[in-house]
């Protein structure tokens, strides 16, 4: 199971930016992908996730209003468009695949670095 963050980078204070999770190599149907962030000097947290049938769970209080997930099924892949962006959304962002069934195992991607800055 591969999971492959991209479209991190440095940007301007209340600028955008879309980052994308492709998960590949896995054959189970119930799953969700989760989206995660880890901040300096702070512990992961995670965003937002969407499970296989397109059922998303709430957004963080940090980033709500801000980020909305998609998803496109065809291409296994999912999408975090960040707006609005502030300096302390300056992290490590990290896409999740967790298996539910028949066992329960979290695929982590390696991380793409988002950086708010002028």
């Known amino acids: 199971v591969q999971v492959v963050e991209s479209g991190g980078g440095l940007v301007q204070p209340g600028g955008s930016l879309r980052l994308s999770c492709a998960a590949s190599?896995?054959?189970?149907?119930?799953?969700?992908m989760n989206w995660y962030r880890q901040t300096p000097g702070s512990e992961r947290e995670k965003l937002v996730g969407m499970n296989s049938v397109g059922v998303r769970t709430a957004y963080a209080d940090s980033v709500k209003g801000r980020f909305t997930m998609s998803r496109d099924n065809a291409k296994n892949t999912v999408y975090l468009q960040m707006n609005s962006l502030k300096p302390e959304d300056t992290g490590v962002y990290y896409c999740?695949?967790?298996?539910?069934?028949?066992?329960?195992?979290?695929?982590w991607g390696r991380g793409t670095q988002v950086t708010v800055a002028s």
């Open positions: 190599g896995f054959t189970f149907d119930t799953y969700a």
């Open positions: 999740n695949l967790k298996q539910f069934l028949p066992t329960v195992n979290d695929y």
